[in-house]
């Protein structure tokens, strides 16, 4: 089983913006020192919790810093963009850093609608998904009517996060899939994973790959892994209630805060969800998660206000692993 780790750049409360995407950075570069194979980031626009809305710019300065790891985008929402655009931005990338660059896709089209409106985009932006994908391989390999610059050292290899009918797609393009939030939880995951890899065409020497992304969190113990969960828990429950995702809180905050009943009921579930615990706990999660899916690979998205514990967590988790 491959692992690595997804971060979306969280701000932390009372702290820059840029703070987070320096962390982003050095959080890179203490996973390539720990022994991960790919490390991702994400795009979300005018989000308070979160500081990175360009995927292609941060990887730059993350390529920059490292060296071996793999760096990707979990993932460029393609009916945000021109298809020309991303191709050359990610061609860009490949040719400074050849062999190490992941394009991983994704077909949201904003979370609110004060945001799709100032995106220039709407729902009816993700009916096109398929075509811009298909434009989009087409720039990459050389095979479209316009050529992007520069031209492509080797393929890029494409991966299609899972919303929708997510997988039922990437099996008929040939992509590796990535798999996460509801969909994860789905009782009917297990059988869409095996039509998957019963139904997929191979796209040039393509095979079927699947990516579980989820929140996972290693501490000495149960309960204070379960602790380190506590902020990105409540970040959600929050949004849930106010309607904007904000900035990571810490624990103390938290607990000297008053919590809703419904508040509190939404915080345990995602408690609960999470993959959080001690080394043995984990692994045990771990293992039964792949053992329901079958995944190639476990990608952690987790996050938590204290970025030394963030960073010590990275370090338990490919321990566990390795």
């Known amino acids: 089983m491959r692992l690595s780790l ?4 969280r701000t932390r ?8 995407l320096a962390a982003t950075v050095d ?4 996973a390539e020192e720990a022994g991960y194979k790919r490390f991702w980031v994400a795009e979300h626009h005018a989000v308070p919790g979160i500081a990175s809305g360009t995927p292609a710019v941060l990887l730059a300065a993350i390529a920059g810093r490292t060296t071996t790891i793999r760096i990707g985008s979990g993932g460029v929402m393609l009916p945000l963009h021109q298809p020309l655009v991303v191709a050359e931005q990610f061609l860009v990338l490949d040719a400074l850093h050849p062999g190490r660059v992941d394009l991983g896709l994704g077909r949201s089209v904003g979370f609110t609608e004060p945001v799709r409106r100032a995106l220039r985009s709407g729902p009816e932006a993700a009916d096109s998904f398929e075509a811009d994908l298909a434009e989009l391989r087409g720039y990459l390999d050389g095979t479209a009517e316009v050529t992007a610059r520069p ?23 040939g992509l590796p899939v990535v798999v996460g939030g509801p969909v994860l939880d789905s009782e009917e995951l ?7 890899r019963r139904d ?3 796209h040039g020497d393509g095979s079927p790959w699947v990516t579980v992304s989820l929140d996972v969190l290693v501490a000495d113990d149960d309960a204070t892994a379960r602790e380190l969960a506590l902020p990105e828990a409540w970040a959600m429950a ?7 995702f904000p900035p990571l809180e810490s624990e103390a905050t938290i607990r000297a805060t008053p919590w809703p009943a419904q508040v509190r009921r939404r915080v345990e579930t995602a408690l609960d969800r999470a993959v959080a615990g001690s080394p043995a706990t984990v692994r045990r999660r771990l293992d039964r998660l792949v053992e329901r899916t079958g995944a190639d690979e476990v990608m952690s998205s987790a996050s938590t206000y204290d970025r030394d514990a963030l960073l010590a967590s990275d370090r338990l988790l490919r321990d566990i692993v390795a």
Do not use: C, K, M, N
């Not at 959080?27 to 203490?30: N, Q």
């Open 27 to 30: 959080r890179a570069v203490r």
């Open 190 to 196: 297990p059988a869409a994973l095996a039509s998957y």
């Open 151 to 173: 031209a492509a050292r080797g393929p890029i290899p494409l991966h299609l996060l899972a919303t929708g009918r997510g997988i039922e797609v990437a099996a008929r393009l």
């Open 200 to 202: 997929f065409r191979p």
């Open 13 to 20: 409360a009372g702290t820059p913006d840029a703070e987070a």
């Open 6 to 9: 997804l971060d979306r750049s």
């Open 238 to 244: 929050r949004s849930r209630q106010t309607g904007e």
